[in-house]
């Protein structure tokens, strides 16, 4: 049956219909996109305990791997057992992980409880060495009346606002319970799942590629695995390299604040690494509540620490980051703090950590594929030769003399 469409024309036919086609699709997509977006947060929120379980694995992927090399160095060298050596290896990675949660919440929540007692305690001293102004601001917004000499309870007031206050904790204890739920039951989940991960990753992996080549050219599935095994690398030395940062930059916060005698070291250092994970804006994010609460206590010393706070900020962005994450990003500020603002606007804390390592493999990917068409054309590919483009590419060529 002879062809409705001529050879020649095939592939630009072709071509226009995928352009249509993917525009329509496009269309569909932007007119439905609240629902499109509702449905990939519920498949997201059905295989969250999965993601956690990805996640576990990923960070504890580093001691199964020195655990097991060490079992068939010490152990299994004159004769291999690898499913006893990754059980074994397993488990130390599960007692790992399992000691440094007891010892955070075993050492430092007893401490941040008391640090949290003494600030109400100071709250409550406060209101009562302030009553007149307060009993001032309560007149004002008509919960105090006065009668006489009298300060009387504006009793209708004060019952709609405690009816108001008491319906809005129940709903947040409802709220607060059922994600603490939630949370328990994906962390189970998740560490069931990451611990068959961890034991099956070669056969996991291995079923990936099958796939891939099934579906794919052989040079193809080549590049999607040395992409895969790159994005391993900058994320896995990004997400390791933040957390010893963080941890550093935690330990040099609580030292200095006790040097300074600065008040509440422990719950003040806490939040300084535990927001120090983001980048770039994290030292400031834990600024904030941490000079609000010395404010309730010594101004002074609010002062000082917003002092320290940007002193240690530098430190770590132009010494103690740089030495640990080597490489790993290689971004712009610019182009961290759009990642970072994208990410956290999309998906909140999760989308701020990993926005710097995404954004870094896409850079790396367009990069890669533009040096590659640059070099195809027999042009450089440092950036430095195209600021003064096109000038300089056409040096070689003979000048024309411009019309007067």
């Excluded at 300060?151 to 007031?157: G, H, K, R, T």
């Excluded at 391993?232 to 916060?253: P, V, Y």
């Amino acid at each position: 049956m002879k062809s409705l469409i001529p050879q020649d024309m095939r592939g630009k036919t072709l071509s226009n219909l995928f352009v249509v086609c993917a525009g329509v699709v496009l269309t569909i997509t932007l007119m439905h996109l609240g629902q499109l977006w509702g449905a990939l947060m519920k498949l997201i929120h059905a295989i969250m305990p999965f993601l956690v379980g990805f996640v576990i694995a990923f960070l504890l992927l580093p001691i199964v791997n020195r655990m097991e090399a060490l079992f068939n160095k010490l152990l299994f060298k004159r004769k291999p057992h690898p499913k006893l050596g990754r059980v074994l290896s397993t488990i130390i990675a599960y007692i790992v992980l399992l000691a440094l949660l007891s010892g955070f919440f075993a050492i430092l929540v007893p401490q941040l409880i008391t640090s949290v007692k003494s600030i109400l305690s100071y709250i409550a001293s406060f209101i009562s060495s302030n009553r007149e102004t307060i009993n001032q601001l309560l007149v004002k917004y008509e919960f105090l009346s006065i009668e006489g000499e009298k300060l009387v309870i504006a009793w209708e007031n004060v019952v709609s606002q405690l009816m108001n206050y008491t319906s809005l904790l129940v709903d947040n204890l409802m709220a607060i319970s059922s994600s603490i739920y939630t949370i328990v039951f994906q962390l189970f989940v998740g560490m069931i799942a990451a611990f068959y991960l961890l034991m099956e990753k070669e056969k996991y992996c291995a079923q990936v590629k099958k796939l891939c080549y099934s579906l794919l050219k052989p040079g193809t599935c080549e590049l999607l695995i040395y992409w895969t095994r790159r994005a391993h690398r900058i994320f896995a030395g990004f997400i390791s390299g933040k957390i010893l940062d963080s941890l550093i930059i935690g330990i040099i916060c609580y030292v200095c604040m006790l040097l300074f005698r600065i008040e509440y070291p422990l719950l003040i250092s806490v939040v300084v690494g535990i927001t120090n994970i983001i980048p770039f804006f994290g030292p400031f994010i834990g600024a904030v509540p941490s000079v609000l609460i010395l404010l309730l206590v010594n101004p002074l010393s609010a002062l000082w620490f917003l002092v320290f706070i940007v002193i240690l900020q530098q430190l770590d962005g132009n010494l103690i980051g740089p030495f640990i994450l080597g490489d790993y990003v290689g971004l712009t500020p610019f182009w961290i703090m759009l990642s970072i603002m994208l990410g956290g606007g999309l998906f909140g804390f999760t989308g701020m950590l990993l926005s710097v390592p995404l954004c870094a493999l896409l850079y790396a990917i367009i990069r890669a594929v533009m040096e590659a068409r640059l070099r195809k054309r027999n042009l450089p590919t440092e950036s430095d030769f195209y600021i003064h483009a096109p000038e300089n590419l056409q040096e070689d060529k003979p000048r024309e003399t411009p019309d007067i």
